[in-house]
């Protein structure tokens, strides 16, 4: 697969899950600050050059999938969403393989407070080892997305299964530590509703 593969690199936003911990409600589609969750991250990124930028969803018709399509995403079905987000991982390796990229970035659609910067600080660890180790970022001594994998882990992550995703892989990764409160992920309606609170004050 090295041989073969280019410099380009693919982002892929994981937007799949089934949101367990938050209801019947689609979490992606909740109103975070007066706008979907969905579009927080999204934005985020396509503010940032990537070769390749897909969305995996579990539908095509999303609420979010209009507004995901004018910010520059190509949408990616993955109709095994409901087994777990390995699958999600799975379906973007897959993809990054058939489409010969050097490295794949994973993010997750439910963080809305990911900074460009940060994602430009794993780039450059990701090229200052030579594009050949896993990157991830951390909060303390935990490594978790965003995180970029060079195209030697394809094969690996096309292989996970379960619903923990690439997090036994990303414990070999290098750690880039990000901005306090900045890997927050929305998973219950009580953290939205904080969120929302916190921005009331400011």
């Known amino acids: 697969m090295n041989e073969t593969a280019s410099d380009g ?8 899950g089934q949101s367990r911990r938050f209801g019947d409600e689609d979490k992606l589609t909740a109103l975070l600050h007066d706008r979907m969750l969905g579009f927080h991250a999204a934005d985020t990124l396509t503010r940032l050059a990537f070769d390749h930028r897909i969305i995996i969803t579990s539908d095509l018709d999303h609420p979010c999938a209009t507004g995901w399509r004018q910010m520059g995403y190509e949408i990616i079905v993955n109709d095994q969403a409901a087994e777990g987000q390995a699958t999600s ?10 489409r010969r990229v050097g490295a794949l970035y994973i993010c997750l659609a439910d963080m809305p407070y990911i900074k460009r910067q940060h994602i430009r600080n794993l780039s450059q660890a990701f090229e200052n080892r030579d594009r050949k180790a896993i990157v991830g970022s951390g909060d303390d001594d935990k490594i978790m997305p965003p995180a970029i994998f060079p195209s030697s882990q394809f ?13 036994k892989l990303l414990q070999t990764a290098h750690l880039v530590s990000a901005p306090e409160g900045s890997l927050l992920d929305i998973d219950t309606p009580e953290i939205l509703a904080i969120e929302n609170r916190e921005e009331i004050r400011r």
């Open 89 to 98: 991982v799975r379906c973007a390796a897959q993809l990054a393989a058939e």
């Open 155 to 167: 094969s690996a992550l096309q292989n996970l299964g379960g619903d923990q995703g690439a997090r």
């Open 9 to 16: 690199i693919m982002l892929a936003l994981l937007a799949a």
